[in-house]
């Protein structure tokens, strides 16, 4: 593994992290590869739990605490944070939005860029947002030829696994088109603890709630599909392959 292997997750919401790439993260890091969660907001319009764990005016401090736990539980970086209210990425200048994941990217000179896909998954604002704002970072670095190898992934449920939990309501994607799928088991449990730190958020997950078979199979397998690769290098299976 090059010293300098470096994936950036670039994410809208504290929790975005752990459930649908979380276990890839834990696998990543523990091979060597510097793994960095840059969040948008701090998640302050989530829930406060039930019961509420927390007042509406505590909730951003809470959950950015969440999101230091669950990158500490999957063993990557502390987070970066961005200062934007959670629910307006939208209406954000998103030039000044693409300006400051310049700057991480120029500091990092990461090889792989791992994001919402454009509709979201889930159709939120914010993951539609914080997509487009990371694949016009691709684009601008790729224009201004930064460092050497750089794809952008971004996260996916594949039909069939779709169909086989009902999950009617993501966008799911052809199995055909998922480019890297990921048997997490080996991070189960740092995948679960990490999960677990976003206390506030366990009532709005329903697959926490579903039987362990169901649970491993919508968690315990993480999908990706391959956005855009410059320069024909595209390191992310290479560092799977390395971390079995």
Not at 31 to 43: C, E, K, N, P, S
Not at 73 to 82: F, H, N, S, V, Y
Not at 177 to 206: F, L, N, Y
């Amino acid at each position: 593994m090059s010293a300098n292997a470096t994936l950036l997750a670039i994410f809208a919401h504290p929790d975005d992290e752990v459930f649908r790439c979380g276990g890839t993260l834990a696998l990543l890091s523990g091979r060597g590869v510097r793994v960095q969660v840059l969040t948008a907001t701090r998640g302050q319009a989530g829930s406060c739990g039930d019961p509420p764990l927390c007042s509406p005016q505590e909730l951003g401090a809470v959950r950015e605490a969440e999101l230091r736990c669950a990158c500490q539980a999957l063993g990557i970086e502390a987070p970066r944070l961005l200062d934007y209210q959670d629910g307006t990425l939208a209406e954000v200048n998103e030039d000044e939005a693409v300006a400051q994941i310049m700057a991480v990217l120029r500091e990092l000179q990461p090889q792989v860029l791992l994001t919402w896909p454009p509709h979201g998954l889930s159709g939120h604002p914010d993951h539609i947002a914080i997509s487009r704002w990371a694949t016009r970072a691709f684009d601008r670095a790729t224009r201004e030829g930064m460092g050497g190898s750089l794809a952008l992934y971004h996260l996916a449920v594949p039909r069939s696994v779709a169909g086989q939990l009902g999950l009617k309501q993501l966008q799911a994607t052809p199995d055909e088109q998922i480019a890297v799928t990921v048997d997490v088991g080996a991070a189960w449990e740092e995948k679960m603890a990490a999960i677990q730190c976003h206390r506030t958020q366990g009532g709005e997950s329903p697959i926490l709630k579903a039987p362990l078979e169901r649970q491993r199979l919508f968690l315990g397998t993480e999908h990706f599909q391959r956005a855009a690769v410059r320069s024909g290098w595209d390191l992310l299976p290479m560092w799977l392959e390395q971390s079995r």
